[in-house]
């Protein structure tokens, strides 16, 4: 009895451990593990478990911004069971990341990315719920990864990037997650003219749509959008980059 009261109050508990096979992962790509369950000094009633990404994100609020934990996508892994006392349980998982996943593996100049990480939830009943938490790198996508080398023959460096809550729109495709991520370049040795340009890219699966903002230095903000379809490799980048932005 007296343990019982001991983990109700979560001293002996039920621990959890997410073990993520790969955790090195591409937007869109299957995600792959197991979440191990031991027990603690006497049997508990687990309401549930539940995994979480989550990333980090700048909100709004009034003339301020402050940094948020935001979900971007859930997974149920199980349901209520009971687990005696030093027992182990261990749940396979499958995720498939959502394609608008911030990526973070990134050189920056600033060191500044957004952190992506899976939250494991273990729902104990009449007791002190037990998390875990495993961070991400999240790997650039092809037609973005094309992109920079692009922007970087062209003299142009990844400064920093953000993920922002809100909603992002390039032309007719529309964010789904509640936040959207933008990468931050600069030109090396600076630019009388062009001071800065953010990348917002959506893609849908075939095409990668992507959001150009160009902070003219001195001037009004100008943006453009670029289409990566499938034969996005095929294509010269640093020449469209040249004949579509003012750098």
Known sequence: MFKKLLASIGVGSASVDTQIHQPELHPGQLMQGQVVVQGGQSEQAIEKIELVLMTQAEQERGDSERQVAWPLCRLPVSGGFVIGAGETRVFPFQMTLPL?????????HSGRTPLVWVHTDLAIAAGVDNDDRDSLLVLPPAPLQTLLDAFARLDWYVYGSDVEVGTAH???TISTLGCYQEIELRPHGGSWRVQEIELTCLSDGRTTHVLVEVDIRFGR???????????????????ILRNTLPL
Do not use: C, H, K
């Not at 608008?100 to 920056?108: F, I």
């Not at 943006?223 to 640093?238: K, N, S, T």
């Open 221 to 239: 903000d100008s943006y453009y959008i670029l289409q990566m379809g499938p034969d996005f490799a095929r294509q010269d980048w640093v020449a």
């Open 170 to 172: 390039v032309g007719s």
């Open 100 to 108: 608008e996943t911030p990526v973070n593996a990134l050189r920056t």
